[in-house]
């Protein structure tokens, strides 16, 4: 019966935490996409014994987020560098097309 409240209690204390929920101690050791989780497990006793591990998840969210940051900034500038040309051709014709056609 003992074990049947533990279980009990348990689920109710996981019941009241979601689980994408932001934790200002320990949020960075736990929502890093992997190879960047390698970077957490060190910090790992860091943030555990720190006096103020609020502000070391932040450091280290900043850490492990600036290189996906930092790719997808490439990626959209690249497009950008792609796609703007054409749309101002593009522009062009379909500005030439209007002219010819009131004609």
């Known amino acids: ?3 049947k409240k533990l279980v009990l209690y348990i689920n109710e204390i ?3 935490r979601s ?4 934790d200002e101690r320990c949020s960075a050791l736990v929502s890093t996409f992997p190879p ?3 970077i957490a497990l060190l910090f790992t006793p ?10 070391i998840n932040l450091v280290l969210f900043h850490i492990e987020y600036a ?4 790719v997808l ?6 497009g ?3 796609l703007i040309p054409l749309a101002y051709l593009k522009g062009i014709y379909v500005n030439l097309q209007q002219c010819w056609s009131n004609k």
Do not use: C, G, R
């Open 1 to 3: 019966l003992e074990d």
């Open 14 to 16: 996981l019941k009241l």
């Open 19 to 22: 689980s994408s929920e932001y």
């Open 36 to 38: 960047w989780n390698v």
């Open 46 to 55: 860091v943030i555990m014994f720190a006096k103020n591990p609020h502000t």
């Open 67 to 70: 290189p996906m940051m930092v």
């Open 73 to 78: 900034l490439i990626v959209y500038l690249i």
């Open 80 to 82: 950008n560098l792609l």
